[in-house]
C-alpha cells in the first residue's frame, strides 16, 4: 500500500524548489522527506488492518505551508492466529495452559479462546491486551472431560466497529483419570429394619497414591472421611432419620468424582404417646399418665419428668397414678424401647393450682386518700394461689379494669370527684375450681386542696401599745383538718402561730402588743394535699396608749405652759422697771423709747429662751452701766443707771434666759 502526497506549486521553469513533505497518521507522523519532486510516497511493504486510519500530508515549501484534506484507509482482515498449548496430556483436575498469538498485529487486541467439548456447547474466554500481541489463559480439566480441542481468534475495535480474525488452528489435548468413579455400597441392603447395623462402604482406584481423600455425607453433613486411602467403612445402629441420600465423594487436588446411593430404613414401632387424665387440675386430685405404642405392646415403658437439670424417672411402667401439689407443675414424657431402639413421645404440660387467697386492695401510696384532682393508683394482691391470676377492680358496683398477672396487679382511676362517694372492691380467680374471691371495700378519702387563704385582724390597722389584737386566718375551700400557721415579716419571716384545726379558720389572741410587733403579717394553711396557700399581708402599727398621752400632757406639756407664763410675766415686770429710771431722767421722751425699742426688739429677736425645766434655774443678777443724755451739758452727758440682768441655768448648766447692758444714746 502507498500514500501519495502531492504538491501543486507554481513556479519559473528553470527555478528548483526543495519540497518538505510530512505524512500523519490519526494525528501521528509516520513519514518525513525532502525532495525536490511534485510528489513523495509513503510505501507499507504488506498492509495490516492496524494500518487503518486517517491519513493526511503536509508540504513546505519557499516559506509557505499547506496541508491535504484528510484520506480514510480501511485494511480488512487480520492475521491468522497461532495457538499453542502447555501440554499434550493432562489428568483430570489439573489444567491446560494456551497461548495465543497474532504475528504482526499492534495492539491494542481481543483474544477470544474456545475449549471444545463432544456435544457440548464450547466454554470461551476473552481477555484484552493494551501492550501486547499474544496473550495466555488457563482451563481447568473437569470430571467427565477426556478428548478435548481448543482454538483462539483474535479482534479490533476500528472506527466504532470489530474486525476479527480467522480461528487458529484446533490443538487436541488428551484427559487421563488419575482415579475411577468411586463405588458407594450399603449393608445388608438399601432397605433395613430400624434397629438394624447399617454399613456403608466407598472405594475407589487411583494412578498414583498422592494428597487423595475419600468423603462420606449425607444432607451435606459428613459422617466421616479418610485419606491417602482407597476405601472408607462407616457403620451405625439404623434410626428413621437415617434414612435419605448418601454420598460418596473423591477429591484429589482439582479432580473430584462422586457417587450417590439412597437408603430407606423401616420403622420398627412408632413414637410412643403420653395421654393425662386431665391437664389442668387441683392441688391434692389425683393424675393418671398412660404411655403406649400404637398397634405394638411389647416395649418396655418407663415415665419421666422433665426439668432444667434433665429428665426425671418417675416410674418404670406403662401407666403412673399419683396425688400431686403446685410442685408437680412441669412436663411429662415417657419413653418406649424394644430391640435397644429407644423413642420418646412428645412432652404433655401439667399444670396444678392452688387457690387464691381473699384479695387485699389497698393505695399505692399507702394511706386511702387522694388529693383531687390526681389519679388514684389501687394495689390488688393475693398472696397464695397458682398464677396465672385474673384481677377484676370494681368502683361501686362498675367494673373497671380486668388484668391477668402473677401475684398482683394495679388499677389507676383518673376520675376523682369531690363528692365521691363509691367504694372500691377487686376480684381474684385462677383455674382453680373455687372460683373468685373478693376483697374487702375500700373507701378512699378524697383530699380537696386549700383554696383562697385570707387574713384578718381586730382592730385592724392600728392597735394601743399594751392592747390585746386578735388575728383571723381563715380559707374558703380545704378538706379538714387544716394546718395555720402565722407569720411577720422581718429580715426573715418569723413563725408567730401555728395550729390544726378540724375548721375553716383559726383565730390568735394576742394579748399585750408592744412597739416590736408593729410590722407585715401574712398566714399560711395547708392540708393533707401538701399544698401551702398564702393569704395577702396586712400591716399593723403599734401606737401610743391613752393614758401615756396623758401622762406626756402632765409632765411634758403643763411644765412647759407653766415656764412660757412665768417668762412672760417676768418680761412684763423688766418692761415696767425699765420704764421707770427713764422717766426720772432729765432727758427727752427719745432717749426712753429708744431704750425701749430696743429692748422690746431684742426680745423679739430670740435673745430670749425657755428651757423646759424653769423651776429649777438658778437667777444671777449682774450690774450695768446705762449711758443717758444731760440736757444742760453739751453735747453728751452720760450717766450711769444700775439694771439687774436675770440669767437662769437649768440644771444641766445652759444657759436659759439673759439680759445684757444696754448703752443708750441720744443726739441733742
Given at each position: ?9 507554481s ?14 497518521k ?22 495490516r ?22 484520506l ?50 464450547p ?20 470430571e ?45 441392603s438399601?432397605?433395613?429394619?430400624e ?43 439404623a ?69 432444667s ?14 396425688r ?12 418406649a ?20 387467697s ?17 389519679p ?11 398464677p ?10 362498675e367494673?373497671?379494669?380486668?388484668v ?16 365521691d ?88 389572741r394576742?394579748g ?59 418680761f ?11 422717766m ?18 431684742q ?53 436659759i ?7 443708750a444714746?441720744e443726739?441733742?
Open positions: 500500500m502507498s500514500i501519495i502526497c502531492r504538491a501543486d506549486i513556479k519559473s521553469t528553470d527555478f528548483q524548489l526543495k519540497h518538505n513533505f510530512t505524512i500523519f490519526d494525528g501521528k507522523l509516520v513519514f518525513l522527506t525532502v525532495s525536490d519532486e511534485d510528489d513523495a510516497r509513503y510505501e507499507v511493504p504488506m498492509a488492518s492496524s494500518d487503518t486510519g486517517e491519513y493526511e500530508c503536509t508540504v513546505e515549501a519557499g516559506g509557505k505551508t499547506k496541508s491535504s484534506n484528510s480514510h484507509v480501511w485494511v480488512a482482515g487480520m492475521t491468522k492466529p497461532i495457538l499453542t498449548a502447555e501440554k499434550k496430556e493432562v489428568l483430570e483436575g489439573e489444567v491446560v495452559k494456551l497461548r495465543c498469538e497474532l504475528p504482526e498485529e499492534v495492539p491494542p487486541l481481543y483474544f477470544y479462546f474456545r475449549k471444545i467439548k463432544m456435544n457440548s456447547t466454554k470461551e474466554k476473552y481477555v484484552f491486551e493494551a501492550y501486547k500481541n499474544f496473550s495466555e489463559v488457563e482451563f481447568p480439566v473437569e467427565g472431560d477426556n478428548i478435548l480441542q481448543f482454538d483462539c481468534f483474535g479482534k479490533r475495535h476500528v472506527q466504532r466497529e470489530f474486525d476479527s480474525s480467522e480461528h487458529s488452528n484446533k490443538t487436541l489435548v488428551t484427559v487421563r483419570e488419575p482415579f475411577i468413579k468411586p463405588t458407594l455400597s450399603v449393608k445388608p438399601n432397605n433395613i429394619t434397629g438394624d447395623r447399617i454399613q456403608l462402604e466407598c472405594s475407589t482406584v487411583v494412578a498414583r497414591m498422592r494428597d487423595i481423600e475419600i468423603i462420606l455425607q449425607k444432607n451435606k453433613t459428613i459422617l466421616n472421611s479418610v485419606r491417602d486411602e482407597k476405601v472408607l467403612k462407616y457403620s451405625a445402629v434410626t428413621p432419620e437415617d434414612s435419605g441420600e448418601y454420598l460418596c465423594k473423591v477429591e484429589q487436588g482439582r479432580a473430584s468424582k462422586s457417587t450417590k446411593v439412597n437408603v430407606v430404613v423401616s420403622e420398627l414401632f412408632p413414637k410412643p404417646t403420653l395421654a393425662a387424665s386431665m391437664n389442668k387440675l387441683d392441688e391434692n386430685r389425683e393424675l393418671t399418665l398412660s404411655c403406649s405404642v400404637s398397634g405394638f405392646r411389647k416395649a418396655n415403658f418407663s415415665v419421666l419428668r422433665r426439668t437439670n434433665g429428665d426425671v424417672l418417675l416410674k418404670t411402667s406403662r401407666n403412673l397414678t399419683m400431686v401439689s403446685v410442685n408437680d407443675t412441669g412436663s411429662y414424657i415417657c419413653k424401647e424394644v430391640k435397644g431402639i429407644v423413642k420418646e413421645s412428645k412432652p404433655v404440660r401439667i399444670n396444678v393450682y392452688a387457690p387464691v381473699k384479695p387485699t386492695l389497698s393505695v399505692a401510696s399507702g394511706l386511702p386518700e387522694v388529693v383531687l384532682g390526681k388514684l393508683q389501687l394495689i390488688c394482691r393475693s398472696a397464695m394461689g397458682t396465672p391470676i385474673t384481677f377484676t377492680f370494681y368502683k361501686g358496683n367494673m373497671k379494669k380486668t391477668i398477672n402473677d401475684t398482683y396487679a394495679t388499677f389507676l382511676d383518673e376520675n376523682i370527684r369531690q363528692n362517694r363509691r367504694g372500691y372492691r377487686c376480684d381474684a380467680r385462677n383455674n382453680h375450681s373455687s372460683g373468685v374471691k373478693t376483697s374487702n371495700i375500700l373507701n378512699v378519702t378524697v383530699v380537696v386542696p386549700i383554696r383562697n387563704a385570707s387574713l384578718g385582724s381586730i382592730p385592724y390597722g392600728e392597735v394601743e401599745e399594751g392592747s390585746e389584737i386578735a388575728f383571723l386566718c381563715s380559707v374558703k375551700e380545704g378538706s379538714w383538718p387544716i394546718h395555720f400557721r402565722i407569720f411577720r415579716k422581718t429580715d426573715r419571716d418569723v413563725l408567730v402561730f401555728e395550729q390544726s384545726e378540724h375548721a375553716d379558720r383559726v383565730m390568735w394576742k399585750t402588743m408592744s412597739r416590736q410587733d408593729t410590722g407585715t403579717y401574712y398566714c399560711l394553711a395547708s392540708n393533707r394535699a401538701n399544698v401551702d396557700v398564702k393569704s395577702h399581708p396586712i400591716t399593723i402599727s403599734v401606737i401610743l396608749a391613752s393614758w401615756q398621752k396623758g401622762v406626756i400632757v402632765a409632765f411634758v406639756l403643763i411644765p412647759l405652759a407653766g415656764a412660757v407664763t412665768l417668762a412672760l410675766w417676768w412684763l415686770c423688766k418692761k415696767k422697771k425699765a420704764k421707770g429710771p427713764s426720772e431722767m432729765s432727758g427727752p421722751a427719745l432717749a426712753t423709747n429708744s431704750t425701749s425699742e430696743k429692748l422690746t426688739r426680745h423679739n429677736d430670740g435673745d430670749y429662751y425657755s428651757g423646759p425645766d424653769l423651776e429649777g434655774a438658778e437667777v444671777e443678777y449682774t450690774e450695768v452701766e446705762v449711758s443717758t443724755l444731760d440736757p444742760h451739758k453739751a453735747p453728751v452727758q452720760k450717766g450711769t443707771e444700775t439694771v439687774y440682768s436675770e440669767i437662769r441655768k437649768a440644771n444641766n448648766g445652759c444657759v434666759a439673759r439680759w445684757e447692758s444696754i448703752n444714746v443726739n441733742p
